[in-house]
């Protein structure tokens, strides 16, 4: 079966430490991958998205990075935090043409 | 042109009655339009979508209404339970597209009163 593993659940990191987040799916290949970034009470900002490996756009400029190192693998990562990267992250994926989104469990992150 | 409105921001019904979700969009390229159910702490879930080749679907206590010539989509729920209080969000893409970017509404806090 397909799924989306998003960790860790929770983070709490203080400001101008690094960041990495990875998302992973299985039971596909070269699916279209998406980071989000809902923050408290808001609507979802597209961050990032990936077409295949080493494929990365960019959607809003900021201090965020992705890489996809491999087909079913994406990473959010920041070099130095800030306050104002305190939300929800969420990874969502698309097998591929014709077909809806699906979403992970996310990743409340907290700056300090 | 890339942007999805949705209204109101929030909503209160009583049970069993039937809140209806709005959604505007301006990009003619858009012919994907699904609608998400998020709980508190969780990713959004899928929980119907509709393409602009018919004007209305229904999966269970669900209905998505598409207008296309004005360019609008609504969500109805019908006999409305506590269970559906969640935020809803109303989206919309190029379907087909090599990147197919989905564009979200800003969201319904969505309260449903025993």
């Known amino acids: 079966s397909q799924t989306i593993h998003q960790w860790p659940a929770t983070l709490v990191q203080p400001v101008g430490s690094p960041l990495s987040l990875e998302c992973t799916v299985e039971g596909t290949s070269n699916p279209n991958l998406y980071w989000y970034r809902q923050a408290a009470g808001r609507g979802l900002q597209l961050l990032f998205y990936s077409v295949g490996i080493g494929q990365i756009s960019s959607e809003v400029p900021q201090n965020l990075s992705a890489s996809r190192p491999q087909d079913r693998q994406f990473i959010l990562s920041s070099k130095k935090l800030l306050l104002s990267d305190s939300g929800f992250y969420l990874c969502?994926?698309?097998?591929?043409?014709?077909?809806?989104?699906?979403f992970g469990s996310g990743t409340r992150l907290t700056v300090v | 042109q890339q942007q999805v409105k949705q209204s109101p921001q929030s909503l209160i019904v009583q049970k069993g009655g039937i809140p209806i979700i709005n959604c505007a969009y301006e990009n003619t390229a858009f012919d994907y339009f699904p609608w998400y159910q998020q709980f508190p702490g969780k990713g959004p879930a899928l929980l119907i979508a509709?393409?602009?080749?018919?004007s209305e679907k229904k999966e269970g206590r669900f209905t998505i209404s598409f207008n296309k010539s004005a360019k609008q989509f609504s969500l109805h729920i019908m006999d409305s339970q506590p269970g559906d209080s969640a935020t809803y969000f109303c989206?919309?893409?190029?379907?087909?597209?090599?990147?197919?970017?989905?564009?979200f509404g800003t969201g319904t806090l969505l309260a449903v009163q025993p």
């Open positions: 509709i393409r602009p080749d018919v």
């Open positions: 969502a994926w698309r097998p591929g043409q014709n077909y809806g989104y699906t």
């Open positions: 989206a919309a893409s190029n379907y087909g597209g090599a990147t197919n970017k989905l564009i």
